[in-house]
């Protein structure tokens, strides 16, 4: 058994020594941990990725908005918008975007949603991952492959910072989750372990210092529209990593940097509501709307 999978260096010993692929290593090593087999490790992942997948379908045929009223239809919108004209990056890049909104919405509305790594971030991973794997008809199996390392990205992070909007800004939330998702879209692209940690630190340094604001305290502005902009920021990542673009700083350090950065923020900026977006003069407006 790998005694320690607690660093990207650990796993990338691991995975050279033993000429194995990151979510090969990772599912044994949490079979190991939990005492069970890597079929029955599989079956758990499934159901993340089946619930995923449900998100997107239901909330791409909803409108309903949040209690709030401020959020809800914006994935229709832009249904919409693409019916009328297409991307100019894309069928991917509208399925990645639209497949954004409407898991973030289906959050919004106490919908089933997989919290990767945190429910205000659901929505980047599943729509990198299923976004991409219809568009290029990857399997069922690479996908669950894809989305154990993803856990095992987010895992090794927490390792060093809590992710929590609360504790380290949206760095650790929306960052984190556009990371995991350049490192599983650069896999499912055939991107070598290299490549996979290099889109993670790409994706992850230059999201440093993204504070947590949320407008009326509540998980909606600008929550929901960062989620599609920082799924394409995982692809910008996985493009750059395998053009044989590299990191210049080591993926273990710029996750120290993640958690520095984080000590270094005012709590002003890290979910209370006290300062950045949610005390405008709009964003104070529509407090005072909503809670009188």
């Known amino acids: 058994m790998v005694k320690s999978l607690n660093t990207f260096k650990e796993l ?4 050279e020594k033993n000429n194995l ?35 997107i379908k239901t909330g791409l045929t909803s409108k309903e908005m949040s209690i709030s009223g401020m959020c809800g239809d914006d994935c229709d919108r832009l249904q ?35 919290a990767c790594p945190t429910a205000g971030s659901c929505a980047i991973v599943p ?17 669950l492959n894809a989305l154990i390392t993803v856990g095992t990205i987010g895992r090794i992070i927490s390792n060093k ?27 499912m692209r055939g991107g070598d372990i290299n490549q996979i940690l290099n889109a993670v630190a790409l994706a992850l340094k230059n999201l ?16 929901v529209k960062r989620n599609p902009f920082l799924a394409i920021h995982a692809v910008t990542a996985s493009e750059l990593a395998l053009a044989g673009i590299e990191t210049k700083i080591p993926i273990d350090e710029v996750v120290d940097a993640l958690a520095q950065t984080g000590q270094l923020m005012s709590p002003m900026l ?22 009188k």
């Open 270 to 291: 890290k979910e209370s509501s006290q300062a950045g977006l949610a005390t405008t003069k709009t964003a104070l407006a529509l407090k005072d709307k909503l809670f």
């Open 127 to 143: 729509s990198v991952l299923v976004g991409v794997a219809e568009n290029l008809n990857i399997s069922e199996e690479e996908q």
């Open 21 to 55: 692929k990151i979510w090969q290593v990772t599912q044994d090593y949490e079979a190991e941990l939990a005492e069970t087999s890597v079929d029955e490790i599989r079956t758990i992942v499934k159901k993340s990725l089946v619930a995923m997948k449900e998100a």
């Open 12 to 15: 990338k010993d691991v995975c």
């Open 80 to 114: 919409k918008r693409f019916l009328v004209e297409d991307s100019i990056f894309g069928r991917t890049f509208e399925k990645i975007t639209t497949y954004a909104l409407a898991t973030v919405e289906e959050n919004l509305r106490m919908g089933k949603i997989v």
């Open 208 to 223: 440093l210092g993204l504070t947590c604001d949320p407008v009326c305290g509540l998980v909606e502005i600008p929550c």
């Open 161 to 187: 910072v809590a992710l929590a909007g609360a504790v380290a800004g949206c760095q650790a939330e929306c960052g984190v989750a556009s990371a995991m998702s350049a490192g599983a879209l650069t896999q």
